[in-house]
């Protein structure tokens, strides 16, 4: 069965600090990897995506995550935080192959706080 | 091109009611996925619609449902309204076919059961 862990509830970053945000997952499968953002009262919006090519992957807004196999991590980073990055972020992974189910397994969510 | 719509926004009902949520995928996908986001939670997944079937479910009790229509739009129904459904109702839409696998949302649904 496919899980995510994400490290820590709240993160605070002073701004223009770099930003890390971690996620370790456990997959029986090679698995699809995801970053959603999420801000106040709204749905989700995908940051970024490891569907196995490229192990460093770039998203929206500056951030990027780096798909470790020998760690199952995918953490997800920005170099220099901005006020608008204040949001929870979503780990996710999913498993299977493209043409069949598609569950998607969520972290808890790490609410990310800049500090100006 | 319309992204995952969902409607209504926000909805309240009370104990013993039923509800019905409704969501219309992003141009191009067939395939639909309900979430229940409790407050301060990750999304939990409910099912999974493709060709008008139910194609998974999580770990949900039978007073949830859902049903897809020709245009791949869905709904969700709620029965027997408990205290503890009241969370954010989260569509996602994405393509059977396609590679990556990734799922789009929609902005959600805010049921509050008093």
């Known amino acids: 069965a496919q899980s995510v862990t994400q490290l820590g509830s709240h993160v605070s970053v002073s701004e223009g600090a770099l930003v890390l945000l971690r996620c370790n997952y456990s997959?029986?499968?090679?698995?699809?990897l995801f970053w959603y953002v999420q801000y106040p009262n709204q749905g989700l919006q995908l940051l970024l995506k490891?569907?196995?090519?490229?192990?460093l992957v770039k998203g929206i807004n500056g951030f990027e995550a780096e798909f470790k196999k020998s760690e199952t991590s995918f953490h997800l980073t920005k170099p220099s935080a901005h006020m608008s990055d204040a949001a929870e972020y979503f780990c996710a992974v999913s498993e299977g192959d493209s043409g069949g189910y598609q569950k998607v397994t969520f972290g808890t969510g790490t609410k990310l706080q800049v500090i100006p | 091109d319309a992204g995952v719509t969902q409607s209504p926004t926000h909805l309240i009902k009370t104990r013993g009611q039923q509800v019905t949520l409704r969501c219309s995928p992003k141009?191009?996908?067939?395939?639909v996925s309900w979430y229940q986001q409790a407050l301060g939670q990750g999304p939990q997944f409910i099912f999974q619609y493709y060709e008008e079937e139910e194609r998974q479910r999580g770990n949900f009790p039978d007073r949830f449902s859902g049903h897809q229509f020709p245009n791949y739009s869905s709904e969700l129904n709620v029965n027997a309204l408990l205290l503890g459904d009241s969370a954010l109702y989260l569509c996602?839409?994405?393509?059977?076919?396609?590679?990556?696998?990734?799922?789009?949302f929609g902005p959600g649904t805010r049921l509050t059961v008093l």
């Open positions: 141009s191009g996908h067939d395939t």
């Open positions: 996602a839409s994405s393509r059977t076919d396609s590679s990556t696998d990734t799922q789009y």
């Open positions: 997959s029986s499968v090679p698995p699809y």
């Open positions: 490891y569907t196995s090519a490229a192990t």
